[in-house]
């Protein structure tokens, strides 16, 4: 938690853009993969991917996500991203996402709970994951970690929501452990 922390603070000490922009359209259902399946489907030679986002808090905002290139030096860097999507959050715990790409390749990709839809990060309060769930460190994940390949047709993956703050009953027992320890 305090690494996460620590992501966060850099973010907004040094300046990168972590969910900053504009974007393009997605579809969004709940856990139901095979309506979305459905709804996410290409075009001949297009790539998409459908991301399923776990450990959503609450049924308020948006879901944001993220596409930026292979590239690292444009990782999470202002004006870099090469799209976003926000949709709204239709249930609590799971949902699912399309993301169309613009070409198959690979990309990195940041989702975003952005639990009052004001568009802006609100580290404090509001979950965030990323491509290939990689432990967050003293600052942003490396562009590495989070890289993923994304072929022609609908590829899926898994993003867990990481919150700084935990819910309140991870907090009570942290406290717990704490005042043991």
């Known amino acids: 938690m305090v690494r996460f922390v620590c992501f966060v603070l850099s973010a907004a000490l040094f300046g990168f ?21 459905v ?78 839809a004001n568009g802006k990060a609100d580290f404090f309060s509001e979950g965030f994951g990323f491509s290939n769930n990689p432990k967050l460190g003293f600052g942003p994940p490396a562009a590495e970690d989070v890289m993923i390949s994304i072929p022609v047709g609908v590829s899926k993956t898994t993003v867990v929501l990481k919150y700084i703050l935990g819910s309140d009953e991870e907090n009570v027992q942290k406290r717990r452990k704490l005042k043991r320890g």
């Not at 900053?20 to 856990?31: E, F, I, Q, R």
């Open 17 to 37: 853009d972590a969910f900053g922009g504009h974007g393009a359209t997605a579809v969004a259902a709940d856990s139901m993969i095979d309506d979305v399946n």
């Open 39 to 116: 709804m996410c489907e290409t075009g001949e030679g297009n790539a998409a991917l459908l991301v399923h986002v776990q450990n959503i808090r609450s049924i308020e905002g948006n879901l944001r996500a993220q596409i930026y290139s292979s590239d690292p030096e444009e990782f999470l860097e202002k004006g870099k991203k090469l799209l976003r999507v926000d949709v709204p959050v239709a249930v609590e715990n799971e949902q699912s996402v399309c993301v169309r790409v613009p070409a198959p390749g690979t990309y990195a990709l940041v989702i975003m709970h952005d639990k009052n």
